[in-house]
């Protein structure tokens, strides 16, 4: 087995059951570290790293289509399985906590950068791909479009890194911590293997 698939199958499995765990917590305690307010750094991270997720899941089922490389396809598959099912925890505490998904304030409010500029091009938060390039990355096929779905992922990554550490230092409620430093390890490692995927192919991350 390819040395890159084998970190990628062991690595997804293990955040799954990390994912499951933390779930069966919630159920478990009944959320008794109590509901969060609205405007908390709790429910702020769950609204906004929610919409994040779902972008990673996009690029990733189109990156599929796109290539016929069994690693890039795997890794495409691990990260859409894996933020899918965090995105539903997200979205899951919402509920639980009879908070809204969606906020008037501008994202990452909660992080006290709510006064950043809005991203260009639908953009919303540090690290998403803008709309044209998503539409880039539908018109690509073959090593072009790993190349760029590598570096796209890359540097959603980052911004994800930086959304889930706030978190670590910000939310109150612990299960939602747990994830976050879940998501930090996960992707800090998937940041890794992509560099060395894209070496493999001649190319490297955007500065």
């Known amino acids: 087995m390819n040395k890159h698939v084998g970190w990628i199958a062991g690595t997804a499995a293990a955040v ?3 994912a499951g765990a933390i779930t069966y917590a919630v159920a478990e305690d009944g ?9 908390s750094a709790d429910a702020g991270f769950a609204r906004d790293m929610a919409v ?3 972008q990673a899941v996009e690029m990733s089922y189109i990156v599929r289509d796109r290539t016929d490389d069994e690693e890039v396809r795997r890794l495409a598959y691990d990260i859409a399985q894996t933020q899918a099912n965090q995105r539903g925890m997200l979205l899951g505490w919402l509920d639980l906590w009879e908070l809204p998904k969606f906020s008037s304030e501008p994202p990452m409010t909660w992080m006290d ?9 639908g953009a919303l938060m540090p690290g998403m791909a803008s709309n044209t390039e998503m ?3 539908n018109t690509l096929d073959g090593k072009q479009a790993e190349v760029f779905y590598l570096q796209l992922m890359t540097d959603h990554h980052k911004g994800g890194v930086h959304m889930a550490e706030a978190c670590v230092k910000r939310c109150e409620v612990g299960v939602e911590k747990r994830l976050a430093q879940t998501m930090v390890n996960g992707q800090e490692s998937e940041i890794g ?6 070496k493999d192919r001649g190319a490297k991350a955007r500065p």
């Not at 959320?31 to 405007?39: E, H, K, L, Y």
């Open 193 to 198: 293997l992509m560099a060395d995927m894209l």
């Open 52 to 54: 994040h997720h779902q």
């Open 16 to 18: 799954l059951v990390a």
């Open 113 to 121: 950068m709510g006064s950043m500029p809005s991203g260009e091009d």
């Open 135 to 137: 539409k880039k990355l």
């Open 31 to 39: 959320g008794s570290d109590g509901a969060p307010a609205a405007g």
